[in-house]
Each structure stands twice: as C-alpha cells, then as structure tokens.
C-alpha cells in the first residue's frame, strides 16, 4: 500500500469515529445545554448523571437480568433508554426537594441571582453521587456487553481488500439512537407547547410570570429532561466503554466545551458543538499521541472564543 492509500485509510477510519462519537457527544451536550439554556444554573453534577444512567443500564441488563428476555443484541439498547425516565423522575425530585430553593423565583434579587450556592450545591450534589456509587456500586470498571461491541462493518477502499475502513456496529447503533432522541428533543422545544413554555421561561422569566407561565415548574422539567438525557447517553456509551463511578468528570468538561462551542442556550448548537468535539478529538490522533486528544479540543475551543464569543450556533444578544 502506498503512503498515500495508508493515510487516507487513517484519516477516513478517524473521520468515521469522529463522527459515530461525536452523534454520542452531542446527545450528553443536548441534556447539559437544555438545562443551562432555561435555569442558566452551572451543574457540575450533569457527568454524575451519565455515570447514573450507565450503573442504570447495568444493572437492568447484567447485573439483575431483568431484560434478557429481550436478547443480548436489543437489551443493553432497551436499558439505556430505559434510563431516561429513571433519570427523569431523579432529576424532578432533587430539583423540587432541594435545587428549586435556590433557582428559579426564588433566587431572584439574591446575591449574584443565587449562582454562588447554585455552584455550591451542585458541586456537592456531584460528590455525594461519587462517592455513593463508590460505596454501592465498588471501583471495579463495569461495562454492558453486546455482541455488536466486537463486530464490524468492513468497506473495502481498494479492490484487493487490502485498504479497509471499519464501522463498529455498536458505535452505529448508539450514534443513530443518539440522532433519534436529539432530533425529537429539538422538535419538541420547537414545535409544542411544553417547549414554547420552557423557551418563555429562558428568554424571560418575569415577563413569563406575567403571562401564567409557572418558571419554576418550567425549570424542574427542564432539568428533569436534561438529566434523562443524558443518562441516555451514559446507558449507550455503557455498551462499549469501560464506567466506574468518577467516570463522569473525564465527560463534564467534554460536554461543557460542547455547549459554549455551540452557544450558549441553543438545542441544536449543543449537537453541533458535541460532533465538532468527537471529530476533533478522533482527528487529532492523525497527528499527535492519544494523550493530548483533550488539548486537540481545548485549542479548537480556544479558537471558536475568540472569533465567535456567541459559539457557533448562538446568538450575539444580550439576554435580559
């Protein structure tokens, strides 16, 4: 084979990767950036989330069995949408028990509008479901297994078959679920009525209220919904990749880069900001150790800031 035929073969197996990751990525950004763009509330716990929905799918699936009847090939993908009303239901009472006494109305006219304890409480929420996982679920690296994990589509790039690229089928599974939940999510706040609410409640919560809009309500959905999804994303990234319980912090800044990448409030910037990051970090193995995959994404990020502030899909407006 040529050099050139070795690195096209290279740079199209990254390409793919990039792209089945980044589908993944996007799905744990959509979750984060719903939930920052309606409470502007900085979760450090939203990786915990993910961590949660991948114990979820775990235990549904290999450790209390409840869904072999559906097979090894469709259970492990059952269980990670499963995770999502489990998640749901989470999220709605820690917001209603704890969270919404300093969010929402509530927080209005207080110090900084509530975000010092909003980081605070937060920050805490993330350690105590650390180290809870630590001490139910042990430090052992888990994962869900299917078969599709080590099966592959082969595309031959030459005639002979010598030069191939390889899809994971695993990886294509997860991604186009992950492109089914982000279109619906991105429908749903677009076209109906829950979402035309959620959206009064970002852009303007006083004048929300004056309309009979409940913000707090809103804002307990809105971050309801954006921790379902992302344990979504957690229970189908647990069908190929190793978790334990401080899994989520190597994901927070992932997804975090992915939001302001995409700007600030934006559904579908989200998505796009959590592809960039997957192709980004697959591409950047091409030239540099797999090690600095994570500097590959902060330089691109670095660049997006300075010339667009906005991100790449937000807009350059004050909100007020």
């Known amino acids: 084979m040529t050099p050139f035929g070795i690195a096209l073969e290279s740079f199209l197996q990254a390409l793919t990767a990039g792209i089945l990751l980044g589908c993944l990525y996007g799905l ?6 719903l939930i920052f763009g309606v409470m502007r509330v900085i979760n450090f716990a939203q990786g915990d989330f993910l961590m949660l929905g ?5 235990y549904l699936v290999t450790g209390f069995g409840a869904l072999a009847f559906l097979g090894p090939m469709v259970g492990p993908y059952v269980g990670a949408l499963l995770a999502g009303p489990a998640l749901f239901v989470f999220g709605w009472l820690l917001h209603r028990l704890l969270m919404s006494r300093i969010t929402g109305t509530r927080a209005v006219g207080s110090e ?3 975000h010092y304890s909003q980081l605070i409480f937060t ?3 993330a350690l105590v479901l650390e180290n809870g996982a630590l001490i139910l679920f042990g430090s052992e690296p888990q994962s869900v297994r299917t078969p ?4 592959a589509w082969e595309i ?15 990886s294509v599974a997860a991604a186009l679920l992950s492109l089914v939940i982000g279109l619906a999510l991105y429908l749903v706040i677009g076209r109906t009525l829950l979402g035309k609410t959620l959206r009064a409640a970002a852009d303007n919560p006083v004048a929300a209220t004056y309309m009979g809009v409940d913000v707090d309500r809103a804002h307990r959905l809105a971050f309801a ?8 994303a957690g229970g189908l990234v647990a069908t190929y990749h190793p978790f334990q319980p401080y899994v989520g912090f190597e994901f927070v800044i992932i997804m975090y880069a992915g939001v302001v990448l995409g700007g600030m409030g934006s559904i579908l910037g989200a998505f796009w900001g959590g592809l960039t990051i997957g192709l980004v970090q697959q591409l950047a193995t091409l030239v540099m150790p797999l090690q600095l995959q994570n500097a ?6 670095l660049l997006v800031v300075l010339l667009r502030p906005q991100g790449l899909f937000g807009r350059a407006a004050e909100r007020v």
């Open 148 to 151: 599709l994990s080590s099966r």
């Open 156 to 170: 031959a790039l030459s005639p002979d078959g010598v030069s191939a690229v390889f899809i994971n089928k695993a």
């Open 28 to 33: 744990m950004c959509v979750g984060l950036g």
């Open 225 to 232: 919904i954006g921790a379902g999804i992302t344990a979504i």
């Open 123 to 125: 920050l805490g929420v």
């Open 296 to 301: 590959a994404i902060f330089v691109v990020f």
């Open 112 to 114: 900084a509008e509530g």
């Open 54 to 58: 991948m114990y979820f799918n775990f």
